[in-house]
């Protein structure tokens, strides 16, 4: 039996195929010292392609140390990271990654926890 071994940026799409919404993070929990930068990132995948946003449901957003970026990979795939420059105590918590395209919407979790004084 023959299998396709075929990249993801050698998908033909002309056909304008659907591919179902996933979502995919980097780690469910990420622990730095006090001060220090931490990248969180999400990778959806999904066409049409997927917008990626971030949210933190207990604090005004974004803060000043908070920066977002969001990459497209190809066709399908769509890279987003939040870097905190300076971790604060006060950037303990649950940060949320929601992809959404003209289908479907899907939101995943990860946890940060400050170490140290």
Avoid at 20 to 29: C, I
Avoid at 82 to 87: D, E, V
Wanted: proline share 4%; hydrophobic share 40%.
């Amino acid at each position: 039996m023959d299998q396709c071994r075929c990249g993801e940026d050698e998908m033909d799409f002309s056909d304008k195929t659907s591919v179902p919404l996933s979502l995919e993070v980097g780690s469910h929990v990420t622990s730095a010292a006090l001060h220090s930068a931490v990248t969180l990132s999400c990778v959806a995948m999904s066409y049409p392609r997927a917008t990626v946003t971030w949210s933190r449901g207990d604090v005004p957003w974004p803060p000043a140390n908070v920066l977002i970026k969001s990459d497209a990979l190809n066709h399908v795939r769509v890279l987003s990271t939040l870097t905190i420059s300076a971790l604060r105590r006060q950037d303990n918590g649950t940060y949320y990654c929601a992809a959404r395209n003209e289908q479907d919407m899907l939101m995943a979790q990860q946890d940060v926890v400050v170490l140290g004084e």
